[in-house]
């Protein structure tokens, strides 16, 4: 395992979200935005064994933060299927954005 890999695990912002069935799963984010007052962040499934990172199918997770009824800040889902095709497709270009960076650094 690089170094690198190993700076990039121990500064991943990782976060472990509860689905309705009550499922935990860990997700890295890789990027957050915001848009009109509200925070979006992006995130994909997190392995701590990068084979399975490599291998696995990478689905992109996109929530926004809201506050609960408790007054603590939550990671909520958008129901709005027009906000998030909106944001999704501004996290997609971002994301294509940074990889023809790095292929572009290299």
């Known amino acids: 395992m690089s170094e690198e890999f190993n700076d990039m695990q121990e500064n991943a ?3 472990t979200l509860v ?3 009550g499922v935990e799963q860990d997700f890295e984010m890789i990027d957050q935005l915001e ?3 509200v925070v979006y962040y992006a995130l994909v499934p997190y392995f ?5 990172s490599i ?5 992109l997770v ?3 933060a809201e506050t609960g009824e408790d007054g603590e800040d939550i990671l909520a889902t958008i129901d709005d299927d027009d906000e ?5 497709n501004i996290f997609l270009d971002r994301i294509q954005e940074m990889f023809d960076e790095e ?3 290299e």
């Open 13 to 15: 912002d990782i976060y």
């Open 19 to 21: 689905d309705e069935d």
């Open 35 to 37: 848009e009109n007052g």
């Open 48 to 52: 701590e064994d990068p084979v399975k």
């Open 55 to 59: 291998e696995g199918d990478t689905e």
């Open 62 to 64: 996109v929530l926004k």
């Open 84 to 88: 998030y095709e909106r944001i999704g």
């Open 103 to 105: 292929e572009d650094g």
